[in-house]
């Protein structure tokens, strides 16, 4: 498995990454709760018509309705966010040099994917959860929300405040994550509902390999708009998705047959 049960330091119980890095048990915990809220958040807005509203959420109303609470459990515990706040966007979290308030440092809007009142809550926890992980443990931050390095900074250099009045101001970053792969989303909420280990497993390193993928190339984008060489570019986008290497040899495998 791509985690697993360990000690963190001898103190705490934590899991371990492919690639040695290791994660609390209670940063684990929150990246559960927040992916059950996110679903939660979906199927209450895939029972709303909204114009703006994400694509995937109309054609599964019913896989939505389906998911009953042990389902809703399986599904959350994908290990990254279910949902994105425009962390692969660098210069969105940025603070102007001598800004006194976050919530000025990107006036462009975005259409909004949610449009029920429970977005504003999960999306101020998302924020927080970002901005803790991001100070606390650049490495999960990278690992869980992909965020490649320069959001990472971006984020960490912001106060408690400002975080909180970025929330506030920006709600409508939050969207599903790859609102337009439906077929992602299938096949997690059918596994989640069969609860057979073997599909479910194959849609969480799906999502592995697409938050991998999204992670290099945000990376790379930054080094070249930051004026860096090409290779530098490509030692950037290697070392961000390093702790998917394993996870992405994984989901292009074919399947192990089943004993007869």
Same mark, same amino acid.
């Given at each position: 498995m791509l985690l697993h049960c360990g000690k963190d330091d001898g103190v705490s119980p934590g899991r371990a990454t492919a690639d040695g890095c290791w994660l609390r048990g209670a940063t684990l915990d929150s990246l559960a709760e927040l992916n059950e809220l996110a679903l939660a958040l979906l199927a209450e807005q895939a029972a709303v018509r909204c114009a703006g509203a994400s694509?995937?959420?109309?054609?599964?109303?019913?896989?939505?309705?389906?998911?009953?609470?042990?389902?809703?459990?399986?599904?959350?515990?994908?290990p990254y966010l279910l949902l994105d706040a425009r962390f692969g966007e660098p210069a969105c979290w940025r603070t102007p040099p001598g800004a006194a308030e976050v919530g000025d440092a990107a006036t462009e809007r975005y259409t909004p994917h949610f449009s029920v009142p429970a977005a504003t809550e999960v999306a101020r926890l998302v924020f927080f959860y970002a901005w803790h992980l991001a100070r606390s443990q650049p490495a999960a931050a990278r690992l869980l929300l992909g965020m490649p390095p320069a959001t990472i900074a971006a984020i960490s250099r912001h106060t408690l405040r400002q975080i909180q009045a970025l929330a506030e101001a920006h709600p409508e970053w939050l969207r599903p994550r790859w609102p337009a792969r439906v077929q992602v989303w299938r096949e997690l909420l059918l596994a989640a509902g069969s609860g057979e280990a073997a599909q479910l497993e194959r849609a969480r390193l799906r999502g592995m390999t697409l938050l991998a993928a999204e992670a290099r190339l945000a990376?790379?984008?930054?080094?070249? %708009? @930051?004026?860096? *060489?090409?290779?530098? %570019? @490509?030692?950037? *986008?290697a070392t961000v998705g390093a702790p998917y290497g394993q996870a992405e040899r994984r989901a292009t495998m074919p399947p192990r047959p089943q004993p007869g």
């Open positions: 694509t995937l959420l109309p054609p599964f109303a019913e896989l939505w309705r389906a998911l009953d609470g042990v389902a809703r459990r399986r599904a959350a515990a994908c990376a790379a984008r930054y080094a070249v %708009s @930051a004026g860096s *060489s090409a290779s530098s %570019s @490509a030692a950037v *986008s």
